[in-house]
């Protein structure tokens, strides 16, 4: 472990204390240009959301009718009634993103798959990054509008499903992620620069409420005009 990733830890609630907690369940709003890029517009804007800390697991609800929520696994994601009767399943979900750009339309079940790896990868860290196969290590520092935060490159194993194999953190002087880049491959390996805020404290662990993701430009700057996804979490709540 590098002495980048336990500061971060320590900052967030320390690894014992994330250890010791089983899920993450909020109230979640979606907005950004996205959904209406891929064709499912609605489906995922406002409901709930449960996120498993120690397995890739995801659900959200309502997902394309009242009384229906997902099943998200890296190697299987589905639409299920809220009883946990299975109505659609798609086997191995990241083979069905083949030869995807940023324009390709999604289908539900893969609309399902996309939030459920990302809403996991955001929200079980940084307590994910300790996770067998995540290779981390600090590089350069970076300035930005007269921030300066440090910076730990990640390298995920195969076991996990996210945006890209390498992704980058960036880290204030407080071990609090503000930034992260990665690219989209499962959407032509669109580039995004992702922002953090609104940090609070539930049941000694850190939790962010906003996040802000635009599109990254070849000088590695986010583009305003371009928010690709924005994420809202309220009435957060910690088993």
């Known amino acids: 472990m590098t002495d980048l990733l336990d500061r971060t ?3 967030y609630g320390g690894y014992d204390r994330w250890k010791a907690v089983t899920s993450v369940t909020a109230h979640k709003h979606f907005g950004g240009a996205i959904w209406d890029i891929k064709q ?3 489906i995922v804007h406002d409901g709930g ?3 498993w800390l120690k397995e890739q697991r995801t659900s959200l609800w ?3 009718g009242p009384g229906l929520k997902t099943a998200y696994t890296p190697g299987r994601v589905g639409i299920e009634t809220t009883s946990g009767d299975v109505v659609e399943v798609l086997d191995d979900p990241r083979s069905s993103f083949a030869g995807h750009t940023l324009e390709t339309p999604w289908t539900a079940l893969q609309l ?3 939030t459920g790896y990302a809403m996991w990868t955001y929200t079980a ?3 994910n990054l300790t996770f067998p196969g995540v290779h981390t290590e600090e590089g350069e520092p970076w300035s930005e509008d007269g921030r300066r935060w440090r910076r730990l490159h990640v390298s995920y194993p195969d076991t996990i499903a996210t945006h890209s194999p390498h992704q980058v953190l960036y880290i204030d002087d407080d071990g609090l992620i503000r930034r992260r880049d990665y690219q989209v491959d499962i959407a032509g390996g669109s580039p995004g620069a992702h922002y953090v805020s609104g940090f609070d404290e539930i049941d000694g662990i850190v939790v962010p409420r906003t996040r802000l993701i635009y599109v990254r430009d070849e000088n590695n700057r986010p583009v305003p005009e371009q928010l690709v996804v924005s994420i809202e979490l309220t009435d957060i709540k910690i088993d």
Do not use: N, R, S
């Open 9 to 11: 830890l320590q900052a």
């Open 40 to 42: 499912v517009p609605g």
């Open 49 to 51: 959301i449960t996120v």
């Open 62 to 64: 309502p997902f394309t």
């Open 112 to 114: 399902a798959y996309f």
């Open 125 to 127: 860290e940084p307590f």
